[in-house]
């Protein structure tokens, strides 16, 4: 019996070691395990925040713009929703390239007596930016339209279906440095401007500069632009250099002034490359420009958002002078007043202005196109904006005007109060 036990007991004493060891791989085992789990974890927690990022659209780089320029005259108005700049969604995007464009059809009536006359235009512009570093981006812009015509890009639905005309209408390399911008190729308009003088669609071709600084409330602006005409190979090169200063500055919480300074020296030497279309409302002799064309311009404005968010008030003032004029009528101004805006869904826009605009007081060539007298004339606008939708935009336009001075009988079609009214509808992307 003591033998059984003794017996026994040795090999209860020599299974416990083997037993404790045992228990210790297992204990490292699980260890092990948790530790594999672990990283398991955060492997796939990387993987899940990589995926999400390559799925989201990268925003797009920043790109350096201009001071806004001043209101345009209901007479010249191409409003543009300021949804515009957004970007479409999409799962491919370019780093550094933006890319946006619009598409517009409008509706116009003509009332004269014994040849009113409707017609519906079109115009789609497709245009796009590419940042090849911090100062340096290239853009272009693709546009509906006469490439002969460069203050309209609409295009009028007719001629049995033909196919429309569409040309490369911008075309430039910009460089920008903290408030400085360089602009050459064909590029957007640099200076704050109204369609009195300068037509919106006009994209000036040669080089440009632009200086803005904020000074502690006030800004300044100062603008320069050398615009190449007309390159001729045996005359002078027809073209025009330019200045432009602006001084804007708070006058309370809601209150904010402007005041801009510019002149413009047009050199007319060849006019080989221009066609009627140019010349338009301008007196002409022997085939050449009666008059030359060296403008002084002073903008000045007003805006006031005291009322509402939505209907801020602003009131711009253009006056132009020719002080190269062979004739009298040197002189033109526009004035006008708008409530509202167009930024956001549910915004309307309401604006009224007056002009009278002498016969060889503006270079008709790239002044606005909206009526069918370029200069000579003095003119009623009216105009209502709604943005129904995002990138979505109406427009209702009335035009009153007649000819401006009897005295230039070829410059109009008689001295009765003429009528056109626009119905636009535009989406932009």
Excluded: C
Aim: proline share 5%; no cysteine; aromatic share 10%.
């Amino acid at each position: 019996m003591h033998i059984r036990i003794v017996l026994l007991a040795a090999t209860a004493l020599s299974m416990a070691p083997a037993a404790f060891a045992q228990e210790d791989r297992l204990s490292a085992l699980e260890k092990r395990l948790a530790a594999q789990d672990e990283r398991i974890a955060q492997l796939e927690a990387l993987v899940a925040t990589q995926a999400t990022m390559l799925d989201q659209k990268a925003p797009p780089a920043p790109v350096p713009t201009l001071p806004a320029p001043a209101t345009a005259p209901v007479a010249a108005a191409s409003a543009t929703p300021a949804s515009t700049a957004s970007t479409a969604s999409g799962d491919f995007r370019i780093p550094g390239l933006d890319v946006s464009g619009d598409m517009r059809v409008r509706q116009e009536w003509n009332f004269v007596d014994g040849r009113d006359r409707s017609r519906t235009a079109v115009r789609a512009r497709v245009r796009a930016t590419y940042a090849v570093s911090d100062h340096f981006a290239v853009g272009t812009q693709i546009a509906t339209g006469d490439p002969d015509d460069p203050n309209s890009t609409d295009v009028t639905l007719g001629n049995f279906v033909d196919d429309f005309a569409v040309s490369l209408d911008q075309a430039w390399i910009r460089y920008t440095n903290g408030g400085l911008t360089a602009y050459a190729g064909k590029f957007p308009q640099v200076f704050q401007r109204t369609d009195m003088l300068w037509d919106g669609d006009v994209s000036p071709q040669g080089v440009a500069l632009a200086y803005g600084a904020d000074l502690g409330g006030p800004r300044v602006d100062a603008r320069g632009l050398y615009f190449v005409i007309d390159e001729a190979a045996v005359a002078r090169d027809s073209d025009m250099l330019g200045g432009q200063l602006a001084l804007s500055a708070p006058l309370g919480s809601d209150f904010k002034a402007g005041l801009t300074g510019s002149y413009y020296h047009y050199r007319l030497g060849s006019v080989a490359g221009a066609d009627a279309g140019d010349f338009r409302g301008n007196l002409i002799a022997g085939g050449r420009y009666l008059s030359d064309y060296h403008l002084i311009e002073g903008i000045g404005t007003l805006n006031w958002k005291g009322a509402s968010e939505r209907w801020p008030v602003s009131f711009t003032a253009d006056y132009v002078r020719n002080l190269g004029a062979a004739v009298s009528g040197d002189t033109a101004f526009n004035l006008e007043l708008a409530a509202g805006r167009t930024a956001k869904p549910g915004d309307w826009k309401v604006a009224y202005n007056y002009s009278e605009v002498e016969v060889d007081s503006v270079l008709a060539a790239f002044s606005h196109d909206n009526i069918d007298l370029s200069t000579n004339y003095k003119l009623h606008g009216v105009g209502i904006n709604y943005v129904p939708a995002p990138h979505l935009q109406l427009d209702l336009l009335w035009y009153h005007y007649r000819q401006l001075d009897q005295a230039f009988p070829g410059i109009g079609q008689s001295n009765d109060w003429l009528d056109r009214i626009r119905l636009a509808f535009m989406v932009s992307f």
